[in-house]
């Protein structure tokens, strides 16, 4: 059974700084792909960050205060959140999915598992 279990979540003030954790169980993804999608109050789930065999890739909302690493042999998900504002706060659901060539990895649906999500909630 996968699961994916997220952390770090919290209450920080505006430019701070999170760092949330994803760590999956079940099996590894090392070949795959990890992402984090998160979800304001009122919103639809957006995309935030994504890593696969070929690299990184970021919503312009969170390019250059957000950094998205792994490490395969802990089989964890990092998500590096700085200079924190308040439109940041949702809950954030780390994602894993299988390698496919040609698959749009900022998208849920090339996900097949997820986590429960971490609440993030930044303060002015």
């Known amino acids: 059974q996968v699961q994916l279990v997220e952390s770090g979540g919290g209450l920080v003030q505006a430019g701070g700084s999170l760092r949330l954790s994803c760590t999956a169980s079940?099996?590894?993804?090392?070949?795959?792909?990890m992402g984090w999608f998160r979800r304001a109050p009122g919103k639809e789930r957006e995309f935030v960050a994504r890593?696969?065999?070929?690299?990184?890739y970021y919503a312009d909302s969170v390019k250059g205060r957000f950094t998205i690493s792994r490490d395969n042999a802990k089989n964890t998900m990092y998500l590096q959140m700085n200079s924190l504002e308040p439109e940041d706060t949702a809950v954030y659901y780390c994602?894993?999915?299988?390698?496919?060539?040609?698959?749009?990895?900022?998208?849920?649906?090339?996900?097949?598992?997820w986590g429960q999500g971490t609440q993030v909630t930044v303060s002015l």
């Open positions: 079940g099996r590894t993804f090392s070949t795959g792909a």
């Open positions: 994602a894993a999915g299988e390698r496919a060539i040609g698959r749009r990895y900022d998208t849920a649906m090339a996900y097949g598992y």
């Open positions: 890593i696969t065999w070929s690299g990184t």
